[in-house]
């Protein structure tokens, strides 16, 4: 689906995944991932007030590669299977279940991203969580953490936060590919969390809690006992380590995912127990998200790790109501564009503006400060893509004052610019 089909609809080989999924992924302990038409999984107004000073953060992918910004279509669009080029009924083949409302996108365009921080800051979410997968040159890691240093500006450009979850399955592709001996894996992880404290976790616009970065690491631990102690120190910035699912050595607590291979009772009682044992830790990061309907299976990728139902948007709206209804500081969506596991809350074709909605009435509801914008408003950034994918000259001072006016939260006079625009063309 073109950009001008999506305006029309809206008027009516990489093997990264194998090694960011081990199979012992499988059999480890998970958070939860709950269909949430379950007896009692649903918080209800009658809840504790959330904490002040809450952050509602996205997990957010910046692996996607896409013609005609990028020279070639991506692993994650293609899986090495689905063909981008081949186009039925306006919409091209891709490795999701879903389609993006505004195409298949790179993760490299400026415009794309400002789209998609708007977005976010219209809804009412604070920030993102990037998943990021080192320095180094191996598979699309270099791409990757190309992406993110573009993603990161885009967040400082819309007034954003950001945070980074690290995965260390970057390691042990590294030690397969021989470009990393097990013996150095200590150090040279070491090295790279040098440069994130010189480079992000000092910055103004990286999260902190209590003054101290926060940072992720996600996986079932390829680094154990005292590894991330002596991972972390002599960081002039030492982060607040938080870990997939369990407390392990060195963090202060956990952090939540869906593990659909659980199901649904499993998934409820995987939701209870991440909540249970929180209490026990010094901080935690509970998760909210719509679904999990992966197409690995189609592509021939491995089995369906399993499926969450969507539950006609009640799985992200119970979800969401727990995490913000918690003692926790932060609560991070899974995901915001995980378009090949499913989890996305982006518009899709498929579910249009549903889930953001559902953030904005949700976070409205629980959260002390309302926020200033309407489901109407976050059709805007969209349409403003849309009409920058034209590649209008003579409007793109009237454009850029629109973005300005939105990133200022000035929703009214930005809608009239866009409308005029489009009168236009």
């Not at 926790?328 to 564009?337: E, F, G, K, L, Y």
């Not at 499913?342 to 498929?350: D, H, R, V």
Request: with cysteine; glycine share 8%.
């Amino acid at each position: 689906m073109t950009l001008q089909e999506t305006q029309a609809c809206q008027r009516k080989g990489s093997t990264l995944l194998l090694y960011r999924y081990p199979a012992l992924r499988m059999f480890a302990t998970a958070c939860l991932c709950a269909a949430l038409l379950l007896p009692g999984c649903i918080i209800r107004s009658g809840a504790q007030p959330p904490p002040t000073g809450k952050l509602l953060l996205a997990h957010y992918m910046p692996w996607y590669s896409a013609k005609p910004f990028s020279p070639f279509w991506g692993w994650h669009w293609t899986m090495g299977k689905f063909q981008p080029d081949v186009e039925k009924d306006g919409r091209r083949e891709a490795a999701s279940h879903y389609y993006p409302l505004i195409g298949l996108y790179d993760s490299s365009d400026p415009e794309v991203l400002d789209c998609q921080c708007l977005l976010m800051k219209l809804s009412g979410i604070d920030g993102v969580i990037i998943d990021w997968y080192g320095l180094d040159d191996h598979l699309d890691y270099a791409i990757n953490h190309r992406n993110t240093l573009s993603m990161v500006q885009a967040v400082k450009r819309s007034g954003l936060k950001f945070a980074i979850c690290y995965e260390d399955s970057t390691v042990t592709g590294l030690i397969a590919a021989n470009k990393l001996k097990a013996v150095d894996a200590v150090n040279h992880t070491h090295d790279t969390m040098k440069w994130l404290n010189d480079h992000w976790f000092q910055d103004d616009a990286y999260v902190k809690v209590d003054g101290k970065p926060v940072f992720l690491v996600f996986g079932n631990g390829y680094f154990q006992d005292d590894q991330w102690n002596a991972i972390l120190a002599g960081l002039a910035a030492k982060p607040l380590l938080f870990t997939e699912a369990h407390q392990r050595a060195g963090s202060v607590g956990a952090f939540d995912w869906p593990h659909p291979e659980h199901g649904a009772v499993g998934s409820k009682r995987e939701m209870d127990r991440f909540y249970e044992q929180s209490h026990n830790w010094l901080q935690s990061i509970p998760a909210a998200y719509p679904r999990f309907h992966d197409i690995y299976d189609q592509a021939g990728v491995h089995k369906s790790w399993g499926d969450i139902p969507d539950g006609s948007g009640k799985t992200f709206e119970a979800t969401l109501e727990r995490a913000l209804t918690s003692n926790s500081r932060i609560v991070q969506i899974a995901t915001w564009n995980d378009w090949g596991e499913g989890t996305q809350i982006e518009p899709s074709a498929e579910f249009g503006y549903r889930d953001l909605e559902a953030v904005q009435r949700v976070r409205n509801q629980l959260l002390p400060s309302r926020l200033p914008y309407s489901p109407a408003d976050l059709r805007l950034p969209v349409r403003l893509l849309i009409l920058e994918k034209r590649n209008t000259a003579g409007a793109k001072a009237r454009l850029d004052q629109a973005k300005s006016m939105l990133t200022a939260g000035n929703t009214q006079e930005a809608g009239k610019i866009i409308t005029e625009v489009e009168t236009w063309l």
